[in-house]
């Protein structure tokens, strides 16, 4: 049998004596289960409560439960019990907040220490617990269902539903991993949802499922799911990144895990706009064959105290629970300004979060931050160790532009053997990948609307000659950092 980390977590904060559990989760349900679990294996009696319904046994009970109501009346009982029990609240939520029961839950916490017994506090989050209860106990997060639990739960819902499964292996696999990263409960209604629009479970569910998680993140979270259709191949230059890349991962094999390998961390990219940054993550993702999860940063913040942390920890807790993945941070530089005490330090309390958890993290999760402007990054941020490479992209050399005009010609199905690719580069000296782009684009622009016709080589020099490159506009930019900050790259990507 696989074994539960959270299970054996909790298992040792009981045999530790703590007297008050609270455990961050929306999964009442889901934890009952695996408090029972833990009871069974302690061989201690199991009880829920909430006002609604009173107590209610869990496991190892003998007799009518007490006939109480009220929480002030349950603790009472809690405290005057005699049996070695653990008693999950089901719905504090609704009584935390009032001094009489507050009062009463810390004297009762306190006279349990020398006890047996212990009461779990379900709570959606840290931030909405009184103060006065945080030095009171332990706290655990429940995290997302595991394949192996997410496989039990499609096993009941076919069983439930009544339904053929005509998956095979593989195909079984493959809907388990679309489905990480969803709670118990929302993956339960995809599984049901794809049973009943299909009429049996067969390999459509997976595409369904894999689009309704995209949905249900964005809409829950911080987190997006990016589509990855970057080739290695569509990419101008850049061969120390994909060379790079080509060899971490291996890390992310059997045999590389076999072998030890350790996971990579992530990458910084810095450079100005247009250089490719943001390209570089989907190529990662692709060359890796990983998901690819944006990080929002700014959806985190929230004008209440500690809801931003919790948004934080939520978006990556599900980030870790569908590890492997790429998790993509753009301008990171704008999410964690250098100075941010302008926000009575939300930002930064964030940032300390998320730099604890890039030290902490486990999971493999590959982060890969894009900044234009290295200047305002915190140093924590930059400093040697925080990712495995930091590399600054510059402009294009006279090779890598002409490698850049190749891709984009032949992305538009033009033959780039057709144009002067040697003149074109050189005539775009000092023009980043996009400006590339956006020159081709135009020219085409230019011969449509000329009859239509073809467009040339010559149609593309006007364009140009028409705009006016970053090198030049933003100079200060260009010339920033100090080039001993730099750890240069030597080629650059398209946009």
Known sequence: MNPDPFEDALDLQVRSCASLIVVETCEEERLVRKV????????????????????KPLWGTNGAPPAVKDQISALDHIDQSKADALYV??????????PPAKSKLRSVACRLKSTRKCILIPCSSFSKLPVELNHLGASLNLPFPTTVELGHLLDFVVRSANARDTLSPPDRDQLLRAAVGLNETEARILFANAIVKAGVLDPRAIEFVSQEKTRIIAQSCALEICSTPERAADVGGLGALKEWVRQRGSAFTQAGQAYGLPSPRGL??????GTGKSLAAKMIATTWRLPLVRLNVGAIFNSLVGESEKHLRDALSRAEAMAPIVLWIEEIEKSFPAHGDLDGGTSQRVLGSFLTWTSENTAPVFVVATANDISALPPELSRKGRFDETLFLNLPTLAERREIFQVHLEKHRRKSHEFDLERLARASEGYVGAEIQAAVIDAMHIAFDDRPRPFTTEDILAALHALVPQARSQREAIEGPPVAERRPCPASLLQ
Do not use: M
Not at 36 to 55: N, P
Not at 89 to 98: C, F, G, P, V
């Open 36 to 55: 029972k679990t833990v009871c069974e294996r302690l061989q201690r009696q199991g009880w829920t409560f909430d006002l609604g319904k009173g107590f």
């Open 89 to 98: 609240q089901t719905d504090a939520q609704d009584w935390l907040d009032k």
């Open 268 to 273: 910084l990219l810095l450079g100005i706009p």
